[in-house]
Structure formats: C-alpha cells, structure tokens
C-alpha cells in the first residue's frame, strides 16, 4: 500500500490579502526512498511572514512560488526510512519540506538536531531562522549601545520578541510595540520591556514620543507603516535601521496615497547620519553556529524567553497564516503536523 | 584710520530658491586685534550647497542662520596683524570667516597652510571640505570594489569629481550625470569617467539603464529627486548608498505629490539588502591627515584632476549661490575676495 502525502499547494495568486481559496489540500501518494535518499515526515511547520512575498510573482530575492507548487517552508521532521548513509530511521532534522506531511529529500539542506533537544520545534523559531534574523540583523546593523534606546514591533513574534530581549542584555532601553493590551502585558513583564505600546492605539506617535525621552537610536524595522511613521521624526542623530521585515506592506496592493515621502527619508538619513540596511537571513547563514553558541546559554540560563503559538493539524496552516498576517498569533507560530 | 569690511548677511529667509533679496551687503569697521587675536583678511571663499540648509529654520544638523547674521562659509585667509603666538603677518590659514572680507580670530578653527601650496583655494576644494566629503562617503560608505559600478550626480562639482575619479582608481566602471553636452565631455575625456549623461534629456533613466549593464552597485547621492528615481530600479543587490547631500531638494517649498513612495523604498532596501546611509564631514573631521595624505599624492601624480570656477569679487557670491544650486557652475565655485 503506498503511503499517502496530504500537502497544501497555491491554488491562485493572493491580491491583496490572502484568502482560504488561494490555497488547495490535496492528496498524493509518495514513493519509496531511491539510493541516497530517505524519507522525512513533517513533525512541525513552521509558518513566517516572508512566505507572503513568496505567493507574488514580483521580483524579490528568491523566485515566486508558481501555482500548484507546494507551499514553502521551514520543517521539524523525523526520518521514517533510510537509505542515506548519513541517516537513520528516528533522527530528527531541521529541514525545508513545505506544508506538507511527507518528503523525499536526497540529505542536501537538512541538519540533524540534537537528540537532546527537547522542544526540537524551537529549531523553527528562537533557535531557527526567526532568532537568527533578530540576532544577526540587531548586533550587526543595529549595533546597541548600552543605553542607548532600542524600537521594536511585532514584539511579542518570533523576531520582535528576541531583538528586545537581546537588547535589554545590552544593557538598552528597550520599547515594544505590538497588538493589543495581553501582547503588551507579557513583553513588559514576561520578556522584561521597559514599555510595550499597543499599535492600535489612536495616538501612537505620541505615545512613543513621551516613552523614548530620550529619542530612538536602533529601530528594528519588522512592520513598516504607521509604526515607521511613529518612529521617523524621533530617530536620532547616527540611528540605525535594520529592515528584516515590512508586514504591514505585503498584504498592500497599491503605494499609499501622497504626497512622496520618499526625498524626506533621504533628507532626514542625511541629516542625522542615519544607516538603514536591508538584510536576508540566508545570506549570512554562515554564520548560524555563532549564533547559536550565543542563543544556546542565552535559552539556558533563562535569560531569553519564548513563546510559540501551536496549532494542530496541516489543513489548519492557511487559517493560521492569513491570521499571521494580521497578528492573530501569539508568539511564535507552528503547525503541529504529527507527533 | 578704522579699516573697512564688507560683509554679506542673510536679509530674509528664502522661500524655495534663493533670490538676490534675501542677501544684504553691508559695511562695518573692523576693530584691531586684541591680545591672543589676529585679523585675517579673506583671500578665497568657498561656495558650498549645504549654505542653503543654514538659510532655513527647519531642524537640521548645525543651527540655522538668524536674519541679518554673516553668510557662513569656508574661507581661506591671510593674516594681516597678530597679537597671537602662533600666527604671523603672512601665514595663510583655511578657517570659517564667511561672506566678508575681514574677520577677528583667536585662532580657534584655523588651519595653517603650507607655504609651499601654490594654490591655496584647493584647500576649499579638492584638498579641503568637498574632496574629503567624496573620500570618506565613497570609501567608508560605499566600499567600491574593482569591477563594480558606481554612479555619481554633479559629476564635474566639487564632490562628484572626485567620487568619480577615486573609484576610477579603485577599478571601477564610472558614470557620472551631469548638466549638459560640456560637462559630460570634461567628465569622460578629462576625468576619465566610462560615461556620462546629461540630467536634462527627457529619457534619463533609459539611458542609464543602457549605460549600467549590469546594474549600479555604488550610487553616491549628493543631488536627490530624478537622478535618485532613475538610479532605484537599477541597483544590484548589497547596493550602498552614501547619502552627502540632496541638492535638487534644497529649494522645495513641498513635498512631491504622491503616490507615497517611502514603503517602496524601504521594500527596495530590503529585498536588496542595500545599505543608505547619510554623513555630515564634520563628524569626520579628526579622519582630515588620512585623506590629505591619500589626497597629496593622488593629486601630485595627476591622477586626480580638478577644476575651479572661480568668480571675483564678494558681492557677486550671492548671485554666484543662486547659480550653484541651479547647476551653472562648472567645477568648484570660490568667490576670490582679494588678492
């Protein structure tokens, strides 16, 4: 009997944002593992923002999904069958198997995970690509100085969550921005923010202008929009930007109205000698095992915390991401695909 | 006998471009030099875009002027009377004496400048504020590496000359933009330039394209508006953009009218992973002695050429400025106040 594969593909291109029809559950069945090869069943998924920029065909730094493709990303998944001689049936590896529950991979891009391990879904969040981007994008463009006054949105995500407390273990003030009152709460008392502002809040610009008296010298960019706007005229002079994110654009059909604020930026990066850079996690991924000998006794010792927002089941995954993208999570988001 | 100065003083604030009105020239006496002073007398005044940020009251990095206050300036002066230790009758230093002909100092700012330099108005220019503007945001902001393109606006100016000419020597290919059919020759024959494109034709950005075959990896920014908007969709991935200047803005009463471009701009930065990044010289200045002594050299072998565009006279500098920001300079514009 062959073994069945239930996986969640493109259906049709998002216009604006995305909706369950864009996305299609099927069934397929999945051949035995060749020489070389072994087969992975999907244990977690993980789910990320980037993956909207995925379903437009607009150029970006990696090629769009076509439709029918498999939806794309990154996976916990244990070793069913072998025939790689760097595998054994049991082993648990971080990989890149997409929304669905089974793979054929030929061991190329895969990476063991400690048996140790004991939460091996952390490998997709605080430990993974999201924690990496926050440590890499923070520490590098950012570069934080003890005292100085570090912004970050999306606070409680993935990222957000890591840059703050990382932040506040350079000695930083740090503010939080993030979805609501509970989100809030938890960033201050749970992840140790000095303030967490609720980005729905009618007065938002003026509410972060009285919690950073003293200006803002990094402001990590994950959303973009009215937090941007907020952040802009309180930037100061040497302020550096790191931009790992712009949620608040991808679901965006058409640029705002004007006037163009674009010759502002320019002027106000000239005049306060502000860095702001782009950067992609996969560029640097060279780099994953410093941070990981950093985060590893950072997680240890209890001095970064975490949350993940689990959700149980693959054809659940498209609610759950159209909920991403629009901050119905709570902490880091992850399918449980099996156990 | 008291001695006469003339001295020009900012009358009224400009609204959008500077006119002769908002320049008064005024006569005062200059008194004689107290114990620890010396009276220099200006030989050389640099004119400089940034001039018109300080006619403004909008924030900026150095206060604004007030009305009736001396224009500030660059200038390059010889002593006429000391009662300071360290000058002597004949010293010539580079200081900040402004639009006047006279000026009180005790000393502080003042460079003195070898006796052997046969033209002490480089000092203004390709030896002095502007070059060391292109050497460090060129070199520490753009890191050219041999091969890359970098692109340059006011390409025969006082500062694109040199960003043009440094990266020729760093092994890169070079296209400068600039006013006109003469420009563009003196950039390409006599700087050595790969090309250059002249602002005024209606397809700017096609030729640009043509002329960037395999996209723009340095954009030094020191004009703004369509230069910046023909360079966006052209630049490579890892891009760096030193931002020195915005001189097509300088004179904007209003922002363009939309549509709102910042999102893009910021989307752009990231999916390029470009890095922008704005710098005041100032900030720089104890980095002076390294640039000299790249500069020296550079300019001694002729392998960095100049061209100054000089106009005598102190009550022609404002009509001089006006021109400046209107590109009808060609090379570093000085006023010589005397002989």
Chains 1, 2 share one sequence.
């Not at 975490?306 to 399918?335: H, M, S, T």
Request: neutral net charge; glycine residues 12%.
């Amino acid at each position: 009997m062959s073994l069945q594969n239930r996986r969640i593909v493109m259906a049709s291109r998002p216009k604006g944002a995305p909706t369950p029809d864009n996305f299609r559950l099927e069934t397929t069945t999945v051949p035995a593992p060749a020489a070389g090869e072994v087969l992975l069943k999907t244990l977690s998924l993980s789910l990320d923002p980037y993956m909207r920029g995925r379903m437009s065909d607009a150029p970006s730094y990696a090629p769009p999904l076509e439709l029918n493709d498999v939806m794309v990303g990154g996976t916990v998944s244990r070793v069913e069958a072998s025939n790689h001689p760097g595998y054994q049936v049991g082993d648990v590896v971080l990989g890149f198997s997409g929304w669905q529950e089974y793979e054929i991979s030929n061991g190329e891009g895969l990476t063991k995970l400690d048996r140790s391990l004991t939460q091996p879904s952390l490998a997709l969040g605080v430990l993974g690509m999201p924690g990496f981007t926050a440590y890499l994008g923070l520490l590098d463009i950012g570069n934080p100085q003890a005292g100085e006054t570090v912004v970050v949105a999306a606070a409680t995500g993935a990222v957000g969550s890591v840059v703050g407390q990382i932040a506040k273990l350079k000695g930083c003030r740090v503010i939080g921005i993030a979805g609501g009152a509970e989100k809030c709460r938890y960033a201050v008392e749970e992840l140790g923010f000095d303030a967490c502002l609720d980005h729905r809040a009618d007065n938002l610009a003026a509410q972060l202008a009285a919690a950073s008296p003293n200006g803002i010298d990094v402001y990590y960019e994950n959303v973009g929009g009215k937090v941007f706007d907020a952040v802009m005229p309180l930037l100061n002079d040497n302020a550096r930007v790191p931009i790992c994110g712009v949620i608040s654009q991808y679901n965006a059909e058409s640029l705002p109205a004007g006037p163009d604020r674009l010759p502002l930026l320019t002027s106000l990066l000239l005049k306060k000698r502000i860095r702001m850079q782009g950067f992609i996690i996969l560029d640097h991924w060279h780099r994953y095992g410093e941070f990981a000998a950093a985060m590893g006794p950072w997680l240890k010792a209890g001095q970064i915390k975490f949350r993940e927002d689990i959700v149980a089941g693959l054809e659940n995954a498209p609610q759950a991401f159209i909920g991403l993208l629009e901050g119905r999570n709570f902490g880091k988001l992850v399918i449980r695909v099996a156990d």
